[in-house]
């Protein structure tokens, strides 16, 4: 796998949609049994993981989100963290992609931000997880989900802790460019570039013209490379046309919104939430080939 460092605001990349929707579908409880599957039903993830490789995704997402101790406390497997990381990123390195990000997730412990001890506690839990993925190949680490500025620099103080792959951040806004918590997508900006993200992102459930602004926003902040997840709810190809409240109604909305989300500076582009390798497609018919639109980066 090359480096993915190297290919920086160069060529456009699609990362894979979630494994969980596919496995929904085959029965699988993912809300329980997701990091178990991958011990005991690699064959299954693997093969959600193709549907999307087949579909033209560039880079695999390993399902690994939640690999912070304190997660896989909740299923009894807090001892298996080495074992569930192995098994995932086999998974992933099996299909020969491109590139394989390995995901970690919000570890789900309390937060006060005014506490040390309750800072440097949730700091551990991310560099545990960081730790898990020692002497493995995969090409960044994905932290993803987070919903709130504070624990994301808990989990890029953590990782930054252990290693210093390519870190790529994402936080989820809503409509108006905030986070769950009331904080500005740029106070979650900031603390990307304060902690050492390698590149900053968000995933959004709002219609394309507010993802079209965050991307931008996200290319004025710092001359990082930017990802943008859009996040599909119901996938509803009979409802005829987009909303606010399900904009991402089927696959064929999200081949504009890979055009767009590259015009405004996107390097990396991600079908998120409900989103089946279909959508990961679309995303790969709008961009594949195409250089990013960065005329604010020089690139060398």
């Known amino acids: 796998m090359p480096d993915i460092a190297l290919r920086f605001h160069r060529d456009m990349l699609v990362l894979s949609s979630p494994v969980a929707p596919v496995l929904v579908r085959q029965g699988f409880d993912v809300e329980r049994d997701l990091e178990y599957a991958c011990l005991v039903e690699s ?102 989900g987070f919903s709130h500025p504070v624990d994301l620099k808990c989990a890029l103080m953590g990782v930054r802790q252990v290693s210093d792959a390519p870190v790529f951040a994402s936080v989820d806004v809503d409509g108006e460019g905030r986070t769950i918590d009331g904080a500005s997508f740029e106070d979650a900006l900031g603390v990307m570039l304060d902690y050492e993200a390698s590149v900053v992102g968000f995933s959004t459930i709002a219609p394309l013209d507010v993802a079209e602004s965050l991307v931008r926003r996200a290319a004025g902040a710092g001359g990082l490379p930017v990802l943008a997840q859009l996040a599909v709810g119901t996938c509803d190809p009979r409802q005829g046309v987009a909303t606010d409240a399900n904009p991402y109604y089927c696959p064929d909305v999200l081949v504009e919104a890979g055009v767009r989300l590259r015009a405004a500076g996107a390097q990396f582009l991600r079908a998120a939430g409900n989103a089946t390798p279909a959508y990961t497609g679309a995303l790969v018919a709008a961009s594949e080939g195409a250089d990013v639109v960065r005329p604010d980066v020089e690139v060398r």
Do not use: W
Request: overall charge negative; charged content about 20%.
């Open 43 to 144: 064959e299954a993830v693997r093969d959600a993981l193709r549907l999307s490789q087949m579909a033209g995704a560039q880079c695999l997402v390993a399902c690994t989100e939640g690999i912070a101790p304190a997660r896989l406390a909740h299923h009894g497997m807090e001892s298996r963290a080495d074992e569930v990381a192995r098994a995932a990123l086999s998974a992933a390195s099996e299909l020969e992609p491109q590139h394989v990000f390995a995901e970690v997730g919000p570890c789900g412990l309390p937060l006060d931000p005014t506490s040390k001890a309750s800072l440097n506690e949730n700091r551990d839990q991310y560099a545990r997880a960081a730790r898990s993925f020692a002497g493995l190949a995969f090409d960044a680490f994905f932290l993803n």
